[in-house]
């Protein structure tokens, strides 16, 4: 049964920085596109990046284009996400999801993502 669990949130100022970790296990990353989305309170969940399999396509929402990074980890089970010049509008729950199909494409669409981890909080405040 595929598992995802996100960690690396918590509290930062705004213009922190933060990386998340989702680790990822019954199935590999090089196989499935690994995206992470978020949601703030009152407001539905949006895609935030995506990271395609077989260390291809990169995908980022307009409103962290520049700010963010998605990579893989050297052992393939890890995917971060990096976060720089961090604002407070970026600050909601933050969740990994895995793709529904095998070599399928580099999405922020939530339809497209059947498994999902628990997330981790991330809150930007001063």
């Known amino acids: 049964q595929p598992q995802l669990v996100e960690s690396g949130g918590g509290l930062v100022q705004p213009g922190g920085s933060l990386r998340l970790a989702c680790s990822v296990s019954?199935?590999?990353?090089?196989?499935?596109?690994v995206a992470w989305f978020r949601q703030a309170p009152g407001k539905e969940r949006e895609g935030v990046s995506c990271?395609?399999?077989?260390?291809?396509?990169?995908d980022y929402a307009d409103s962290v284009k520049g700010r963010f990074t998605v990579s893989r980890g050297s052992a393939d089970n890890t995917v971060y996400l990096q976060m720089s010049s961090l604002k407070p509008d970026d600050s909601g729950i933050y969740f990994c999801?895995?793709?529904?199909?095998?070599?399928?494409?580099?999405?922020?669409?939530?339809?497209?993502?059947?498994?999902w981890g628990q997330g981790t909080r991330v809150t930007v405040s001063s």
């Open positions: 990271l395609g399999h077989g260390h291809s396509a990169r």
């Open positions: 999801a895995r793709a529904r199909q095998s070599f399928g494409p580099c999405v922020l669409d939530e339809t497209e993502y059947n498994y």
């Open positions: 019954g199935f590999s990353s090089v196989y499935y596109t």
